[in-house]
T-cell receptor
Framework: DSGVTQTPKHLITATGQRVTLRCSPRSGDLSVYWYQQSLDQGLQFLIQYYNGEERAKGNILERFSAQQFPDLHSELNLSSLELGDSALYFC????????????????FGQGTRLTVV | SQQGEEDPQALSIQEGENATMNCSYKTSINNLQWYRQNSGRGLVHLILIRSNEREKHSGRLRVTLDTSKKSSSLLITASRAADTASYFCATDSKDNDMRFGAGTRLTVKP
């Protein structure tokens, strides 16, 4: 158990819909990272938050947004969903204080499998 | 875009044999990490090697780093069927957030 909790584990939704994925980081970790893993794209970095503030952006679509709350949990919002958004979405946390960097080990949740039909 | 690129994409060996996976990257790094992923599960951190280190060991794992060649290797000795998984390298650099390669799919046959 990594200590990172992601909910829900599975999500099936229709095209055009909006979903919210939730992540609770490991106790004490201030950095939260979101990754998308699909078969053809591998593991793609989406966005990082550190202590409530956005620190780094990767290949995140404009239809996607995220935030980190005062209690440090994070949510990834995916809207106007398309078939191609079907993927595993992972959240990771680390103690790393460095903006946009992960210079310590990261702890990954078990992921949310999103299926868009 | 990805920073680390693992090689080979897939590797199949017999139990007891050693498995070697390589990772190449493009820009200067602060550290490089190796992770393991069982099918459909979250990634698990294996080892972190900093740019000023050349070799690190952890149990049956041995990681080397050659910054002049911008490459790293992960060696798993005396492999077991339970080592079957995908292995990813991830690089951390001044200008980039942590980026993962596409992974090496290792199959260890009993």
């Amino acid at each position: 158990d990594s200590g990172v909790t992601q909910t829900p584990k599975h999500l099936i939704t229709a095209t055009g819909q909006r979903v919210t994925l939730r992540c609770s980081p490991r106790s004490g970790d201030l950095s939260v990272y979101w990754y998308q893993q699909s078969l053809d794209q591998g593991l793609q970095f989406l966005i990082q938050y550190y202590n409530g503030e956005e620190r780094a952006k990767g290949n995140i679509l404009e239809r996607f947004s995220a935030q980190q709350f005062p209690d440090l949990h994070s949510e990834l919002n995916l809207s106007s969903l398309e078939l191609g958004d079907s993927a595993l979405y992972f959240c990771a946390s680390s103690v790393s204080p460095s903006a946009g960097r992960m210079n310590t080990e990261a702890f990954f949740g078990q992921g949310t499998r999103l299926t868009v039909v | 875009s990805q920073q680390g690129e693992e090689d080979p994409q897939a590797l199949s060996i017999q139990e007891g044999e050693n498995a070697t996976m390589n990772c190449s990257y493009k820009t200067s790094i602060n550290n490089l990490q190796w992770y393991r992923q069982n099918s459909g599960r979250g990634l698990v951190h294996l080892i972190l090697i900093r740019s000023n280190e050349r070799e690190k060991h952890s149990g049956r794992l041995r990681v080397t780093l050659d910054t002049s060649k911008k490459s790293s290797s992960l060696l798993i000795t005396a492999s077991r069927a339970a080592d079957t998984a995908s292995y990813f390298c991830a690089t951390d650099s001044k200008d980039n957030d942590m980026r993962f390669g596409a992974g090496t799919r290792l199959t260890v046959k009993p």
